[in-house]
């Protein structure tokens, strides 16, 4: 089955002052179930957007887009069918984490919602899973370091076991050593839970190590698609 | 190092308030002159609290202090808080981390960009718009006069970081400090502003304190470096020879970068144990 399927997909902002601008030119995009799939092109090119789309976050669009085949409608995800199957890192993790809820308190809402049980032990693998130690659940957002907001971000995504995890920028915040923590995680979940990625990065190395394929956005439409042998040598070294 | 650093800093400690024991950060001695210097390390390891000590901007519930803290003639660590005021922004800037947060959501990208030269000079009203203008399309801000209007929501998250770093050298600082300035760029963007940033280093004099997640990209610019650990700096050399280090931490940091040879294969990890080892 097909992951992601996008045929047409266009899409737009506008604003009060510059009226309307196209962020997305009928986009096409097919990801294959299983496939770890990447995004790249310059800043505002409109990869952000995509992936909000595919959450279900921006509403404001055209064309055909299903996931694991199910229909989207602008107006109506099927949030029933999707919930906890699609799962989004944000580029920017303050926008994933609610400034006045601790660490805790932010992982264990999820699991409380979907009757997960044994709720506590689950947060506590889920912060080991990202190398955090678990006094960090006593944390507010502003009280700990880029790279820690980063991990309990990706935490909360992978607590509910998605299928399709959507990516924005997800190590661009974290040292390298960290960095090759998470990216191993991800790509053992990945094996163990059949997961399917889509990836955002403008770290040509983290692509190259990552993705099956790639598609090279440019200014809102797909330029180019990348197979496994170009990535091998993408970005040089 | 020159004989007179920019920014000469002894002996810097930032504690909780609330737990006088072990410090989050040092004590750490260093010196900024003029160029770049780099400040990598692990996540959590204090680099953005050193960032904020710099410039007295640590949150309420953390305090910092130092022996000394030096910047051209200019002894920082007694100054009060109106003091501050009139060096931080105009002669130490600071770009914050998560750019989106740090800007104000009610204010258009051209309020505050005006609003942090406003604070510090005073110029015509359309004078100040051109130096508005020049700044974005400075660091690279397309279609400037329109982007004027946006809110920092309507922006990507490469716009959002040419925002904070367009009102960080709107007044042309003497430090310039960029806490993951380019983190959310391509490589075209990238190096523009860097080269940007190393320009105004070059002309104006301008010191410049990096810190980085991007090892190449640090070892390229930087002609020092700083390497922290938890709290601690546990290396330091030139930027050139980074890839050379000796320090466990610095060479696993160098060693575990993905790239198209890796693919398939688990990332080298750091064991901690080998910097316990190593300093004992
Ligand atoms: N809420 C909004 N209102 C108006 N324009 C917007 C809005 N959000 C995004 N845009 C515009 O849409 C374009 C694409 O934005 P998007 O965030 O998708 O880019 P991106 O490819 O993710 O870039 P980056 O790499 O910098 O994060 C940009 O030009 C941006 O200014
Ligand atoms: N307000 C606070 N109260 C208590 N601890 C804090 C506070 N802010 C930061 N810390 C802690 O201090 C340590 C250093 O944080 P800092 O933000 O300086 O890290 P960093 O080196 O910038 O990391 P990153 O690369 O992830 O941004 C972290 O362990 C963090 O959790
Ligand atoms: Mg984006
Ligand atoms: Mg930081």
Redesign the interface.
């Known amino acids: 089955m097909m992951a992601i399927d996008c045929k047409a997909l266009s899409a737009d902002?506008s604003?009060r002052?510059?009226g309307t601008t196209a962020v997305l030119k009928s986009v096409q995009l097919r990801v294959m179930t299983g496939e770890t799939f990447g995004l790249?092109?310059?800043?505002?090119c409109g990869k952000?957007t995509l992936l909000r789309i595919l959450a279900g976050l921006h509403t404001r669009w055209r064309g055909e887009v299903s996931i694991f085949g199910q229909t989207l409608q602008p107006d109506n995800y099927p949030r029933n069918a999707l919930l906890s199957t699609v799962q989004m890192v944000f580029?920017?993790?303050?926008?994933s984490l609610h400034p006045r809820h601790s660490v805790g308190r932010a992982l264990l809402e999820p699991l409380k919602v979907n009757n997960i049980p044994e709720p506590a032990r689950r947060l506590r693998q889920a912060l080991d899973d990202v190398g955090l130690p678990p006094s960090i659940e006593q944390r507010y957002p502003?009280?700990?370091?880029?790279?820690?907001r980063q991990?309990v971000a990706i935490a909360r995504a992978l607590l509910l076991r998605p299928s399709l995890l959507l990516l924005?920028?997800p190590t661009?915040?974290?040292?390298?050593?960290?960095?090759?923590?998470i990216?191993?995680l991800l790509?053992q979940l990945k094996a163990r839970y059949n997961m399917t990625m889509l990836l955002v990065s403008?770290?040509?190395?983290?692509i190259?190590?990552?993705c099956d394929r790639a598609a090279v956005m440019q200014d809102g439409a797909m330029a180019q698609l990348l197979l496994?042998e170009q990535?091998?040598?993408?970005?040089g070294? | 190092m020159a004989e007179h650093p920019l920014l000469h800093v002894q002996q810097l400690e930032v504690r909780r308030r609330d737990n006088r024991e072990a410090p989050l950060v040092g004590p750490f001695s260093f010196d900024i002159g003029s160029g770049a210097t780099g400040l990598?390390?692990?996540?959590?390891?204090g680099?953005?609290l050193t960032a904020r000590a710099l410039l007295n901007l640590l949150?309420p519930?953390l305090q910092a202090h130092s022996r000394q803290m030096r910047f051209g003639d200019r002894e920082l660590s007694t100054l009060n808080n109106r003091e501050w005021q009139a060096v931080r922004g105009a002669e130490i800037a600071l770009v914050m981390?998560?750019?989106?947060?740090a800007l104000n959501p009610r204010l258009t990208v051209g309020e505050q960009i005006d609003e942090a030269l406003r604070l510090h000079v005073r110029m015509r009203t359309t004078q100040r718009l051109d130096r508005v203008l020049q700044v974005m399309d400075e660091v690279g801000l397309?279609q400037s006069r329109?982007l004027l209007?946006?809110y920092p929501h309507?922006l990507?998250?490469?716009?959002?970081q040419r925002v904070m770093l367009a009102i960080a050298l709107v007044n042309r600082p003497r430090l310039l400090i960029a806490d993951?300035p380019t983190?959310?760029?391509?490589?075209?963007?990238?190096n523009q502003v860097l080269d940007l940033m190393m320009q105004l280093a070059d002309t104006h004099g301008m010191g410049l304190l990096l810190i980085s997640?991007n090892?190449p990209l640090v070892a390229r610019y930087c002609k020092q470096v700083l390497v922290m650990y938890r709290g601690q700096c546990v290396d330091r050399c030139a930027g050139n020879a980074l890839d050379q280090a000796t320090s466990p931490y610095t060479q696993?940091?160098w060693n575990?970068?993905?790239?198209?040879?890796?693919?398939g294969h688990?990332?080298?990890?750091?064991d901690p144990e080998s910097i316990e080892a190593n300093a004992s």
């Open positions: 902002f604003t002052r510059s790249i092109g310059p800043s505002g952000s580029q920017d993790p303050y926008a502003h009280q700990m370091s880029g790279g820690q991990r924005d920028e661009s915040a974290l040292d390298v050593s960290v960095q090759a923590e990216l191993n790509n403008h770290d040509a190395g983290v190259a190590h990552m496994r990535l091998a040598i993408y970005g070294t | 990598v390390g692990e996540s959590g390891s680099k953005s949150p519930n981390q998560d750019p989106r947060h397309p329109q209007k946006h309507q990507s998250g490469g716009m959002g993951e983190s959310a760029l391509d490589t075209g963007l990238r997640h090892l696993a940091l575990c970068r993905p790239s198209g040879h890796t693919f688990p990332l080298p990890v750091f």
